[in-house]
């Protein structure tokens, strides 16, 4: 596959962009080769600057839930474009998200829109310690909350991939107030309790992993998190940025049945644009500024062509969405074992609904950031490379997840098999 006008386009990128992008895990470094520069989308399928066409499973990194240029999120841009493209004053549409988002989403009773999934969580981590008086936050190794101080520990996603567990530029003093324990373990986060009584504000985590490779919860976990949280005085937060409307309507809070105090979203609630949101129960949130005294703000908030993209998005969401789109996943899934299994490549492939991620000579559970760290990554950059010469994008990296939608149809999903049969046959 010729990929020539891409390579000259990152060697010319490299002269005015550090490292020739923009996020990290773009750049193919921890693949090797060089990234593909792509020119459109349609549907299920990218079309790059040599005119190659590839099935995307990276969905801009989850927010193309309804694949490519979908008419009605297009069309609700075109039309607000055509009104305004910001006042930096209250609309109308704004209201309309965030009554959507609360019918749709257990834990939210009220929420405020910011510009990333980045900000979100760090406005959520900063009420979390305004509204307890705390200042102790736990996360979990291999979890990715975006790149504020706070949350850059042992963090999962690019800083994985790049082997970068924690960067230079932040603080010990600001580090020291994170603890960072095991996934998927309660009697790491009762010790912690024990240890810091009364200190901790909060417990953040992505309730299925999806930033070391997709690592759904073990079955109590979520629920062990919410009693002792609870119990404790401490706010559970679930980063839902990569799961909510992904795994379920109302995220993997309503798929598993656990309600937490704050959640953050961005990706899918943007429909392509950038947004993020972080809410919670009314209590909790009207300690935020201007309502109480918790300081948090943004020139673009709100910004009404992300905020129509986001409505036009959410209303195409039916509960019938979710459960054609977890059949598929599952499809694939069991369509890529197989297809390891014929030509004897230990493989596990981790998913729910919407998600998934193959992990290579791993253990058969992956259940933790440790089973993650011991697989190939040799072997999954093989495959990787196997696939992009097949017309299949991956995300470039040994620990990020698949995303896939209802376009990602039963004879897409075909292809994409007969592609892995060959990636496999050659690895
Ligand atoms: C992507 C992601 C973020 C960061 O969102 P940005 O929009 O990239 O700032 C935070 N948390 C999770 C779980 C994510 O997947």
Redesign the pocket.
Known sequence: MDRSKSKALFTRAQLSIPGGVN?PVRAFKGVGGHPVFFETGEGVYLEDVDGNRYIDYVAS??PMLLGHRHAGVVEAIRAQAGRALGFGAPTGQETELAERVVSMVPGIEKIRLVN??????MSAIRLARGFTGRDLIIKFDG?????SDSLLVRAG?GLLTLGIPNSPGVPDAVASKTLTLPFNDLDAVRRAFDAYPGQIAGVIL?PVA??MGCVPPLAGYLDGLRDITARSGSLLIF?????GFRVARGGAQALYGVTPDLT?L??VIGGGL?I?AFGGTAAIMDHIAPAGPVYQAGTLSGNPLAVAAGIAMLESLDENFYRVLAERTEFLAGGLRERAARHNHPLTVNFVCGMFSLFFDAPEEVTGFSHVANSSVDTFNRFFHGMLDRGVYLAPSAFEAGFLGLHHTPDVLDATLDAADGAFADL
Do not use: F, L, R
Not at 116 to 121: I, L, R, V
Not at 239 to 243: F, L
């Open positions: 996020s990194w989850g990333s999934g980045t900000e979100a969580t979890c990715y909350h975006g790149h996603s992505e999806g930033n980063d839902e940025v990569m799961t953050t961005g990706k950038p993020g």
